[in-house]
């Protein structure tokens, strides 16, 4: 079983920049990818940005040149820089981790954070 706890949602007004933290605790080292989804009122979760255990990143096209995922495998954390935030960012973010096994892929979540960015 694997934990992940975000941090670092709050208010922020447009053009300002927050950073999500994620900590992923318990049996970690069967983890690939982790990264980060969002959810806004009456819409579907959808990916903002995920990171592979080799690095490779991939980003929503409404993220892309604003947010920036990284992630550190000493500390099992991923963060996420969030820059020039506009309205359409307000949403819970979730934490999530990708455990591979033979023919699917088993998805972790945490408990979601709130982000809200003012006009």
């Known amino acids: 079983q694997v934990r992940l706890v975000e941090s670092g949602g709050g208010l922020v007004q447009a053009g300002g920049s927050l950073r999500l933290s994620c900590a992923a605790s318990?049996?970690?080292?069967?983890?690939?990818?982790i990264g980060w989804y969002r959810q806004a009122p009456g819409r579907d979760r959808e990916l903002v940005a995920m990171?592979?255990?080799?690095?490779?990143?991939n980003y929503a096209d409404s993220v892309k040149g604003r947010f920036t995922i990284s992630r550190d495998n000493a500390k099992n954390m991923v963060y996420l820089q969030m820059n020039s935030l506009k309205a359409e960012d307000t949403a819970v973010y979730y934490c999530t981790a990708r455990e591979p096994y033979p023919g699917y892929e088993y998805a972790y979540w945490g408990q979601g954070t709130q982000v809200t960015v003012s006009s």
């Open positions: 318990g049996s970690t080292f069967g983890i690939n990818a």
């Open positions: 990171v592979s255990s080799g690095g490779s990143t």
